[in-house]
């Protein structure tokens, strides 16, 4: 089988710049969903419902994109094309999803429009996102994979911080946070609007500056023979010959994906009344009488920007441990110790009632999703051969979106135990849930077997 030859840091760059703008958009609507479907007047107990539709259909198009995508071949190339249209619709969804409360809708309508826009949002922006993880996986050998996945963990978390400090910014320098009751304030509007600008135009940059390899040369480098080419995929016969590598880091995946999935879901809530002492109102909810906190208070708005504040430091840790992952020959050490970490900064949360404090908080918090970012998807695509590299990865984002789905569904009830023992802020116990989750995770990598000859 032919080699793939070495590439520069600039071309492994060029690879995963454009992953920038895609996480900007994620860190966005990450940062400011559980705040705007607040805004929009949803009952906290149930934030976590509204994020089971986007997971739920990430899991049905992202293996569609594999299989597809392994199939095709442009002027353009193999990725790339699903790349562009993803970035497409997510640019669009992005100007309309925060506008949900401003369109003369009522209550009803406008969680509707809002919940499908979410649905649309999250699945454009993975659409975008997985043909930059298959393009490592097409054109970087295995000795630079580690590397390569380290750069787009890099440019990730860049990304990430950019999403997260434009609320904050906008509300520095004076454009509206808060609005009236149902409207989305316009700091987190003009956040979407800017976004979407720099989505398109580092998709545009990557779209130029990457050229894929052409079926026969990427054939050589996969040892693909022609009857394999001719071979129809079965995604049930691929996941019987998968490797146990694929299983085992979807394992640890599971308990990850949950934990952030809680993160995302009761950050906004938990520190508005943990640590900014948020005013609460009595709702009619569904028929009962329920005490919530009151989104159009100052309070929930500053703590809303400030959670954006500690996203931004998590993926400043992110950064910072992102670089030295490579650093480390044992991969599963790194791997076990960053979520530990992570696990140990969830729980922190609990404990601090300072918003300054809770900076080392997320910090630990990074170091995990670093790991997150860059070994996964390292360990497993060396641990694949042949054509149907995008089919894998496509299915390997169940393991990103199935517990997402579960955290989602169970995330309700879990928060309905914490109110009824009387806590003053039960959001904050979901995140000490998260922490565990990350530490049961920690224990299962354990059970992860590398190729012996990848570890270098």
Known sequence: MKQIPDKSFWQLWNISFGFFGVQIAYALQSANISRIFSTLGADP???????????LAGIIVQPIIGVLSDKTWTRFGRRIPYLFIGALIAVLVMCLLPNAGSLGM?????????????????????????????????MVNEKQKGLAYSIQSFLCNAGSLVGYLFPLFFAY???????PEGVVPDSVIYSFYIGALILILCVIYTSLKVKEYPPEEYAEYHGIKHEEKQEKSNVFKLLAKAPKVFWTVGLVQFFCWAAFMFMWTYTNGSVALNVFDAPTVERLVNGVQRIVLD????????????????????????VLWAIAIPQFKNRKLIYALSLILGGIGFISVFFIHDKYLLFVSFLLIGCAWAAMLALPFTLLTNALTGGHMGTYLGLFNGTICIPQIVAAALGGSILHIFTKTGQVSPEVNMLVIA???????ACCVSLIKEKVHDIQ
């Open 295 to 318: 989104t159009k208070s100052n309070e929930y708005q500053d703590a809303a920007n400030w959670v954006g504040m500690l996203f931004a430091i998590q993926a400043i840790g992110s």
């Open 45 to 55: 107990h149930n934030l976590s419902y509204f994020w089971i539709l986007p997971p």
């Open 173 to 179: 320098i004076g454009i509206k946070n808060v609005a």
């Open 435 to 441: 922490g565990i989750l990350l530490f049961i995770g």
């Open 106 to 138: 009522g209550v009803s309508a406008a969680m509707i429009f809002g919940l499908f826009s979410l649905m649309f949002l999250d699945t454009s922006i993975n659409m975008a996102m997985q043909p930059f993880k298959m393009m490592v996986g097409d």
